[in-house]
Each structure stands twice: as C-alpha cells, then as structure tokens.
C-alpha cells in the first residue's frame, strides 16, 4: 500500500505561482509512476501532467504545457507540481496519484490516491 499525502495548495493571484508537493510512503515509490490530476466543482477530474518512474520523461496537459513543470525526488519519495502564470481556469482540487510501471493520462490506471489539496486562482 502506497500513502500519498498532498500539500502546498491555497489562494493566489492570477498570473501566481504556487508549489504542491506529493509525500509517498508505505511502497517502493521508484516503481510508481507519479501523477496529478485536478478536479474542479463540477466538473469530471482531469489530467494535468506526469513524470516516469526514474524521472527524466515528463508530460503535461496542453492546457497546462509552459506553466507547469512535474519533477520528482526518488530519495525523499516526493513528487512535486510547480505552478506558475496560474489563470481563474486553473481552480480545483489537485491530486496526486501512483500507477505501478507505466506513465498514464487517464486516471483509471492509477492505483493509489492522494486526499487532495484546494488551489484557488482570484482574477
């Protein structure tokens, strides 16, 4: 079993930046591939980017692509999510979430979720 535990999230101004962090525990975290994924009220949740096991390959959301940068730290077991230029559009809750192998873009394949953290953008 594999604990993912979020923070970092909060208020800020549109054009922004805000960090979010993913804490794992209780698993081989190199084995997982990592992601984060939003879900805004409403609305059904969304991919936002993803990094492999070992880190070198990242992807994003196209909505996203520019402003957002994945990286992951396998000795501290920590994923992290850097935000900047944040817009109204991007207010949600954010998750973090583990898939086994491979990097994934639909939530399905991912087995292990975080609790989530609120970002929220003022205009």
């Known amino acids: 079993q594999v604990q993912l535990v979020e923070s970092g999230g909060g208020l800020v101004q549109a054009g922004g930046s805000l960090r979010l962090s993913c804490a794992a525990s209780g698993g081989t975290f190199r084995s997982y591939a990592m992601g984060w994924f939003r879900q805004a009220p409403g609305k059904a949740r969304e991919f936002v980017a993803a990094?492999?096991?070992?880190?070198?390959?990242?992807y994003y959301a196209d909505s996203v692509k520019g402003r957002f940068t994945c990286s992951r730290d396998n000795a501290k077991n920590t994923v992290s999510l850097q935000m900047s230029s944040l817009k109204p559009e991007d207010t949600a809750v954010y998750y973090c979430a583990a898939a086994a192998g491979l990097v994934y873009f639909s939530e399905y394949h991912y087995n292990y979720w975080g609790q989530g953290t609120q970002v929220t953008v003022s205009s």
């Open positions: 990094i492999s096991r070992s880190g070198p390959s990242t």
